[in-house]
């Protein structure tokens, strides 16, 4: 299965349905070969990630590798990942130096590994950046990411919805590490959507750092300044772990919580139905099992079915949808630990 899911995959990679006459057809009709699950040209994929120090980076190494084992043409050559720039330098360096055929990396920092990704296409080995990007378009052929502007868009939608009705309600947002820009722009995104509710307004913020004692001190800080209110959004499932038992610590439950990201615990509280918690927005770990699969492709010259285009996108952003009771079954597959 390519792309994720079945859906995903049938729609951009032919996901195992193509037939053996779909490369035959795209040959007569002067289209690129379509990359699917046969076996093709043998392409070694080097990987190189940050530290899977949370679940989320965790699942994406999870992911990259699960996904290069499905292919028997696919070597990977993974490093140990890294938070530190300089180090993570070096082992992209050393994937460069193997001369291995593609590269998959997502940088600790993209601004600080630009220069890298840059010598790699310089080396003739095209790049596929995999969500925080480099400072620059030529230092990768392709990119692959989430949604962070749509994620809060999308936190705000649903929130607004549930709480349209009512007057004078008041949210709280527990946001993530306020100098990435990724925070930024999930905040933007949330503040976006709750200016088409009249009716609602923000009433605090705080901003964690990704992890659980963080989300366990900064919820706590919301938990006493605001006595009341009727929403929290809080940006990421492993810092809502720690929000969560300041929640329990202080016995409030006159609000809903919207999480981040998409862990399966927080899946498995959504589908219960017993607590706070009632959605999630995703920030899907599969794009990295979607960077192999884009990689292999442009190791083989291939294309990607359901487009016109011979070649591969230039970029990818991937939908962050709001997992809900109501559809949480379609998504626990997905959820990460």
Same mark, same amino acid.
């Given at each position: 299965?390519?792309?994720?899911?079945?859906? @995903?995959?049938?729609?951009?990679?032919?996901?195992?349905?193509?037939?053996?006459? %779909? $490369? =035959?057809? !795209?040959?007569?009709? #002067? +289209?690129?070969?379509?990359?699917?699950?046969?076996?093709?040209?043998?392409?070694?994929?080097?990987?190189?990630?940050?530290?899977?120090?949370?679940?989320?980076?965790?699942?994406?190494?999870?992911?990259?590798?699960?996904? @290069?084992?499905?292919?028997?043409?696919?070597?990977?050559?993974?490093?140990?990942? %890294? $938070? =530190?720039? !300089?180090?993570?330098? #070096? +082992?992209?360096?050393?994937?460069?130096?193997?001369?291995?055929?593609?590269?998959?990396?997502?940088?600790?920092?993209?601004?600080?590994?630009?220069?890298?990704?840059?010598?790699?296409?310089?080396?003739?080995?095209?790049?596929?950046?995999?969500?925080?990007?480099?400072?620059?378009?030529?230092?990768?052929?392709?990119?692959?990411?989430?949604?962070?502007? #749509?994620?809060?868009?999308?936190?705000?939608?649903?929130?607004?919805?549930?709480?349209?009705?009512?007057?004078?309600?008041?949210?709280?947002?527990?946001?993530?590490?306020?100098?990435?820009?990724?925070?930024?722009?999930?905040?933007?995104?949330?503040?976006?959507?709750?200016?088409?509710?009249?009716?609602?307004?923000?009433?605090?913020?705080?901003?964690?750092?990704?992890?659980?004692?963080?989300?366990?001190?900064?919820?706590?800080?919301?938990?006493?300044?605001?006595?009341?209110?009727?929403?929290?959004?809080?940006?990421?499932?492993?810092?809502?772990?720690?929000?969560?038992?300041?929640?329990?610590?202080?016995?409030?439950?006159?609000?809903?919580?919207?999480?981040?990201?998409?862990?399966?615990?927080?899946?498995?509280?959504?589908?219960?139905?017993?607590?706070?918690?009632?959605?999630?927005?995703?920030?899907?770990?599969?794009?990295?099992?979607?960077?192999?699969?884009?990689?292999?492709?442009?190791?083989?010259?291939?294309?990607?079915?359901?487009?016109?285009?011979?070649?591969?996108?230039?970029?990818?952003?991937?939908?962050?949808?709001?997992?809900?009771?109501?559809?949480?079954?379609?998504?626990?597959?997905?959820?990460?630990?």
């Amino acid at each position: 299965m390519l792309f994720g899911t079945a859906a @995903a995959g049938a729609a951009l990679l032919g996901a195992g349905c193509t037939s053996n006459k %779909s $490369n =035959d057809a !795209a040959e007569a009709q #002067g +289209q690129a070969d379509i990359a699917d699950d046969r076996p093709g040209k043998k392409v070694t994929i080097g990987f190189a990630g940050p530290q899977a120090d949370h679940g989320w980076l965790n699942a994406i190494n999870e992911q990259a590798e699960a996904r @290069a084992k499905k292919y028997e043409d696919v070597t990977l050559e993974a490093t140990e990942g %890294s $938070n =530190d720039n !300089a180090q993570q330098i #070096g +082992q992209i360096e050393t994937l460069i130096n193997k001369k291995v055929d593609v590269l998959v990396v997502l940088p600790s920092d993209g601004k600080a590994l630009t220069q890298v990704g840059l010598k790699a296409m310089r080396a003739g080995i095209p790049v596929v950046n995999l969500d925080r990007v480099f400072d620059s378009q030529q230092a990768y052929r392709c990119w692959i990411g989430g949604d962070n502007y #749509g994620m809060g868009l999308n936190a705000g939608r649903y929130i607004g919805e549930k709480l349209k009705d009512k007057k004078n309600a008041k949210v709280v947002e527990l946001a993530g590490i306020d100098n990435l820009e990724l925070t930024r722009e999930r905040t933007k995104g949330f503040d976006d959507a709750l200016k088409n509710y009249p009716n609602i307004k923000k009433v605090a913020r705080q901003a964690a750092e990704f992890t659980v004692e963080s989300g366990q001190s900064k919820m706590a800080q919301l938990l006493r300044a605001e006595p009341k209110f009727d929403a929290l959004w809080n940006h990421d499932d492993d810092q809502g772990v720690g929000a969560e038992r300041a929640i329990e610590q202080a016995g409030r439950d006159e609000f809903l919580m919207v999480g981040g990201a998409g862990s399966r615990r927080v899946m498995d509280a959504i589908k219960k139905d017993d607590g706070v918690i009632k959605a999630t927005v995703l920030y899907p770990p599969t794009m990295a099992a979607s960077a192999i699969d884009l990689a292999r492709a442009l190791g083989q010259g291939k294309g990607i079915g359901g487009l016109s285009e011979f070649e591969i996108p230039a970029s990818l952003t991937l939908y962050s949808a709001v997992v809900t009771k109501e559809n949480v079954d379609e998504y626990l597959p997905t959820g990460f630990k």
